[in-house]
């Protein structure tokens, strides 16, 4: 090391990052997958290919109320649920600084999936419950379920001040809650089909309007995520160092963990419970292509809501005209990619 | 080698043996093949149930345990609910049962209890997990098939074979026959010829009943076209688009459910959501819907009487 | 900056997990001067850098930086006076670009954009420790010292007043452990920056301006390392004698563990002229 190059040019430039206008190029690509996939959705459902194909050109009413009403809001819908779950995970894995943290780790699908049994029971057993529950809907119940499960973590570590017991708080939450959510099924045993059918996720009953509640979700998530990006990078250097740069921790923890809140909640009350997008989406887009944080929380959406539309896809195909519950799907998938890259990893050893 | 092949050859001949004991029994599943007992006697009973176990009693039982609601009813409508110590606890009907003990469900039913209550018999559903297990505890269990409308009939010929009270049972068999055909009649009469096509939705999901269940069954005997077809299962997870594009006559909804009907997409254009033709019950006509037993011309004339209001 | 503490801390005291660390310690550290916190693992080292970087929550005691209280600077102000580098970083996903970037947080800001004067930090920063050419490699990609060196140009990229560096040669081979040494000599004798920094290895710690020499048992000593020496502070501080031998550039430890004797007798004879002169300075404080 010359210990004269102390004096530098003032003109030296670090070299631009290559990667920049490449990564527009990976979004891109992304994006004209998930038109693919959506013009696929219009296609595959319980018509065959053939029938699709001419009722795009020559439309009837029952034809256009399966294309435009059901197909494309579930086809929406199925990519922004993805999207949240998604950034919910780039979100918890750069939290907590934990490569298998997921977005449901804070007791939001436990809270959730408590609402929703809650909600069931009371419409089986009494009819002011019955109205009260179509009132709010299982959307309703399982959005306050995930909120108030967020919202019982946090209290339980004491307003978030340590990353670590925030995460023994969620894992102990999600425990409670779905023991509770257990008893309550088996006093009640005629809403375990109905529970079940929630737990494993499902993209069937997505319209225009969840489909709006998703975009709307969505945008909020986002925008701040994208302005908190250069405090997350700075928090993967660990707290003490972030803090020394003049970052306020708290802040960041908060912030995140509202959005953390939101996408989840939101997710879970239109779509139920799936599993493993939340994981798999950062990793995935770790592998195709190494981002800084930034990008990975605009890439993680992406790469989620591609997930979820394809898992959708394939649950609608395979046992037509019956489905597959997506949670099934999503599972296969994700549990069999985490197997490969096990595989890769023993053969690289 | 060899001794693989001796051990086979010993297995063979055990099971050769078994076979060979248990032929003078052999008769169609659950059907009461010997009866070794005057009717209403209290001479030994033996017989064999759908699991093909053999039941031998000294006397008729006085301390019944039944773990399917349907069997309780059965029970109860032969006129011998008074023997009952114990049920599962989803038996509710006739209202003398609920205060009984409740023993858990069939999955997850509670042993103890059910050894504390020192029943002379124990009265399942077939396939029961339970059942090899209260067996080696030394209760004595009979299987009944319930899963059919044909089950009917050979459940409560069976069960009342059980509790020595055959009389009973072919009276009870004359009576559900009668009241089933007298609302298949009146169902036929209401319809008058119409064959509307139903959705009959069992849950969320949507899980609709196929023509092979036992709703099915029933939907089938009114004349009704099930829009879900054989190959799909007897309950199967549809694709809500599939019953858009059938759009069904009369859709069939438990009554917690229907509200949310118009919600779903694409739903508010079904005629049956826009013209009123849904049928929405209650957990208690439900129950007699579902439950192949004797109140089955209760569940019947329920969907008829919905059917003749409403169908098209 | 004419104060000449610019950090001060008065009655430090801080426990972990039921053992008191520190005990009511009070330090003034001299501006312009490279200070080195020697000491005995469990002596607290670490948590009086910790605890001079406002990072930790005091049991007693306050920390002062250019004449007001720790606590009492806004977050980002602070920040912009005060670099902290940690002993050991956890494996971040960043590029070596990026790691340096996040120096000028507390300049930037959560939005801004990295200005010329940003940018040009930053190379200097590189600059200094080697690291230029390395601006587009991922630091997963480099070996430990690459990556101490990498850290260290980001705490030099935040152009702070004050420098607290715990263990900035660990994984460092021999020159590059000069080449920071020297470069703390002259970020503190040329650019006046204030630098305390906690280091493990006896005779680069013999290098700096003054020694803050640490016990278990509290503070040793606080001065010149002629004064540590003339003092005998470590051997006090270890527990066992420490023999530190004059040599031309200043003071060295030689370890003993042979049975030949030491060719030269500790520090009685050939001061340098350096160390005459800060010896001068001291006793006119």
Redesign the interface.
């Known amino acids: 090391?010359?210990?004269d190059?102390?004096a530098?040019p003032?003109a030296?430039?670090?070299?631009p990052?290559?990667g920049v206008s490449r990564f527009a190029l990976w979004l891109a690509a992304g994006a004209v997958l998930t038109l693919v996939l959506t013009a696929l959705s219009l296609l595959i459902?319980?018509?065959s290919l053939r029938t699709s194909i001419e009722w795009l050109r020559s439309p009837d009413?029952?034809a256009n109320?399966?294309l435009w009403?059901?197909?494309l809001?579930?086809a929406t819908g199925a990519w922004l649920a993805g999207a949240l779950l998604g950034l919910g995970g780039a979100i918890a894995q750069g939290l907590f600084?934990n490569p298998l943290a997921e977005p449901y780790l804070l007791g939001s699908s436990a809270g959730a999936g408590l609402g929703v049994s809650l909600t069931?029971i009371a419409?089986?057993t009494s009819l002011s419950g019955?109205a009260w529950?179509?009132e709010i809907?299982?959307t309703g119940a399982a959005f306050l379920g995930a909120c108030g499960g967020i919202g019982l973590t946090v209290l339980l570590s004491r307003g978030a001040m340590q990353t670590a017991s925030l995460l023994l708080a969620g894992i102990v939450v999600g425990f409670l809650l779905s023991a509770v959510q257990s008893l309550l099924l088996l006093s009640s045993?005629?809403t375990w089909?109905?529970m079940q059918?929630?737990l494993l996720g499902?993209t069937?009953?997505?319209?225009?309007?969840s489909s709006g509640l998703l975009g709307a979700a969505f945008l909020v998530c986002m925008l701040p995520t994208v302005?908190?990006a250069?405090?997350l990078?700075?928090l993967?250097?660990?707290e003490?160092?972030a803090?020394?740069?003049?970052?306020?921790i708290a802040f960041l923890r908060l912030s995140l963990l509202a959005i953390l809140s939101l996408a989840t909640a939101s997710t879970v009350g239109q779509v139920g419970a799936i599993g493993f997008v939340g994981l798999v989406a950062p990793h995935l887009v770790?592998e195709t292509r190494?981002v800084?944080?930034r990008q990975l929380l605009i890439a993680a959406p992406l790469c989620g809501g591609i997930l979820l539309q394809t898992a959708d896809l394939i649950s609608?195909w395979v046992v037509?005209?019956?489905?597959?519950?997506v949670g099934v799907v999503t599972s296969c998938l994700g549990g069999s990619y985490l197997v490969f890259l096990l595989w890769r990893r023993a053969r690289r050893v | 080698m060899r001794g693989r092949t001796a051990l086979g050859a010993w297995l063979r001949l055990i099971v050769g043996c078994a076979a060979i004991a248990g032929a003078p029994i052999a008769g169609r599943p659950s059907a009461a093949a010997q009866i070794t007992a005057a009717p209403n006697g209290a001479a030994p009973i033996v017989l064999e149930d759908a699991a093909h176990h053999t039941l031998r009693l000294d006397h008729p039982p006085q301390r019944v345990v039944t773990l399917l609601p349907s069997i309780t009813e059965t029970v109860c409508a032969l006129g011998e609910g008074a023997r009952l110590v114990g049920t599962d606890r989803y038996s509710n009907w006739p209202a003398m049962v609920q205060k009984l003990p409740k023993a858990g469900g069939l999955d997850d039913a509670d042993i103890e209890l059910i050894v504390s209550l020192q029943p002379d018999v124990v009265i399942l559903a077939h396939a029961a997990r339970i059942t090899e297990r209260l067996r080696e505890l030394g209760v004595v269990t009979f299987d009944v098939e319930t899963r059919t409308y044909e089950d009917i009939a050979r459940s409560v010929t069976a069960i009342g074979a059980v509790l020595g009270v055959p009389n009973q049972a072919i009276k009870l068999n004359r009576d559900i026959e009668r009241s089933v055909n007298d609302a298949a009649v009146g169902a036929r009469l209401a319809l008058s010829g119409r064959t509307p096509s139903v959705y009959y939705e069992v849950d969320r999901g949507p899980y609709a009943a196929g023509p092979q269940s036992f709703i099915g069954e029933m939907l089938a005997r009114l004349g009704t076209r099930n829009i879900v077809t054989a190959e799909l299962g007897p309950f199967p997870k549809l694709n809500p688009e599939y019953v858009v594009r059938h759009d069904p006559d009369v859709i069939f909804i438990s009554a917690t459910d229907a509200p949310e009907l118009k919600r779903r997409p694409g739903w508010d254009q079904l005629r049956a959501v826009r013209e009123h033709r849904v049928c929405a019950f209650d957990r208690d006509t439900t129950d007699t819907i579902v439950r192949p037993g004797p109140r089955v011309a209760e569940g019947f004339a329920a969907i008829a009487a919905c059917l003749g209001h409403v169908a098209p | 900056m004419s104060e000449p503490f610019p950090l001060v801390g008065r009655e430090l005291s801080v426990s972990y997990g039921g053992r008191r660390v520190l005990e009511r310690l009070s330090v003034d550290i001299h501006a312009g001067a490279w200070t080195s916190v020697v000491g005995p693992n469990g002596s607290g080292k670490s948590t009086l850098l910790r605890a001079l970087g406002g990072l930790l929550d005091l049991e007693h005691g306050s920390v002062w930086l250019h004449g007001r209280p720790v606590q009492a600077w806004p977050r980002s102000d602070r920040a912009r006076r005060i670099a902290w580098l940690a002993q050991s970083s956890a494996p971040a996903d960043l590029t070596v670009a990026e790691c340096v970037a996040l120096g000028r947080f507390a300049h930037t800001g959560w939005l801004g954009a990295l200005r010329s004067r940003d940018e040009a930090a930053i190379a200097r920063a590189m600059a200094a420790t080697g690291a230029q050419g390395w601006a587009g490699r991922r630091i997963t990609t480099l070996s430990g010292g690459e990556r101490q060196r990498v850290h260290l140009a980001r705490v030099l990229a935040a152009e702070a007043s004050v420098l607290l560096l715990d263990e900035p040669t660990t994984h460092l081979d021999p020159p590059h452990q000069e080449d920071i040494g020297r470069l703390m000599r002259e970020q503190a004798h040329g650019c006046g920056v204030t630098i305390v920094s906690a280091i493990h290895d006896l005779s680069l710690a013999l290098m700096a301006d003054r020694l803050l020499v640490m016990s278990e048992d509290g503070l040793v000593g606080h001065g010149t390392p002629h004064d540590a020496v003339n003092g005998d502070w470590l051997s006090r501080a270890f527990g066992k004698p420490i023999k530190i031998i004059g040599t031309a550039g200043g003071y060295a430890w030689q370890p003993q563990i042979g049975s030949k004797p030491s060719s030269g007798d500790p520090a009685t004879e050939r001061r340098p002229a350096t160390e005459r002169r800060a010896s001068y300075r001291a006793a006119s404080r």
Not at chain 1, 243 to 248: A, K, V
């Open positions: 090391m010359n210990p190059a102390v530098v003032e030296v430039q670090p070299a990052d290559p459902g319980t018509s009413a029952q109320t399966v009403q059901i197909r809001p579930r600084r069931l419409a089986d019955l529950g179509a809907g299982i045993p005629d089909r109905a059918a929630f499902s069937g009953y997505l319209n225009w309007h302005l908190l250069r405090g990078t700075a993967t250097l660990g003490e160092t803090q020394s740069l003049g970052l306020s770790r190494p800084n944080q609608r037509r005209p019956a489905e597959l519950p």
